[in-house]
């Protein structure tokens, strides 16, 4: 699948509006920005930073909010320390401040209401954060998509919309959550809830699989080694 709007990006001005922290390392950037296409959700966007000296840092990020927003984008990034970028944004970005925006980027891994399903997500980790795009794109415009979301992280501290997802499993009736706790509970995603998961949504028309190369390399194997459809299968990596 091609990008739906071929041709250059350009670079453009975005003005950060909010700033709230979502777990001990992770907050939420808000941005108001005028994109020259649509934008679909599971794209991302490039952030350029330029020091007096000229010297630049780029780094690309996932958007958590739906389309056809209120002309803003969310961003949720974890502060490094020693992260030129993410750094920046923990320690000195401030609400009125113009950043350097890119996008929206990417083609393939993207869901629209059209598309349907069953929709199986697995997100490790950030790897959530489009995830959460098509499933508040979902709620919004095909509520009546079945979607069934498997989040893996080490800690209940570190679940990036934890309320929100919680909320989700309880009320709407077309979604659910398996959330596991990997430091907790000692346990990886492995067949025997891969298995769970597809008894439960049924065949999925689409999976959507996020997070690090070791996570979505696992997940995928399982899904294929319970019979999936390759073809069906989606991946967006990050990491070495």
Avoid at 116 to 141: C, D, E, I, Q, Y
Wanted: include cysteine; proline fraction near 9%.
């Amino acid at each position: 699948m091609i990008d739906p709007a071929p041709g250059p990006l350009p670079w453009q001005t975005a003005i950060l509006t909010a700033i709230r922290p979502v777990t001990r390392r992770v907050k939420s950037y808000r941005f108001r920005v005028a994109f020259d296409r649509p934008m679909l959700a599971g794209q991302h966007v490039d952030v350029r930073l330029t020091a007096p000296d000229g010297y630049q840092a780029q780094r690309s990020y996932s958007i958590a909010s739906p389309p056809d927003g209120d002309g803003t984008i969310e961003l949720l990034i974890e502060g490094l320390p020693d992260g030129e970028v993410s750094g920046f944004f923990d320690a000195v970005a401030a609400v009125s401040d113009t950043i350097e925006l890119r996008g929206p980027i990417g083609g393939s891994f993207v869901w629209r209401p059209e598309d349907g399903g069953p929709l199986l997500l697995a997100g490790g980790g950030s790897g959530v954060v489009p995830l959460l795009s098509m499933l508040r794109h979902r709620a919004a415009k095909a509520p009546a998509v079945p979607a069934l979301l498997i989040y893996s992280v080490r800690d209940a501290g570190e679940i990036l919309a934890a309320e929100e997802l919680a909320v989700r499993a309880r009320d709407e009736p077309h979604f659910q959550l398996m959330l596991n706790l990997t430091r907790a509970g000692g346990r990886r995603v492995d067949a025997a809830m891969i298995a769970e998961a597809l008894d439960r949504l049924g065949p999925p028309r689409h999976a959507y699989l996020c997070g690090g190369n070791p996570f979505v390399g696992a997940v995928a194997d399982l899904l294929l080694d319970a019979g999936v459809d390759p073809a069906r299968v989606r991946t967006e990596r990050f990491g070495g």
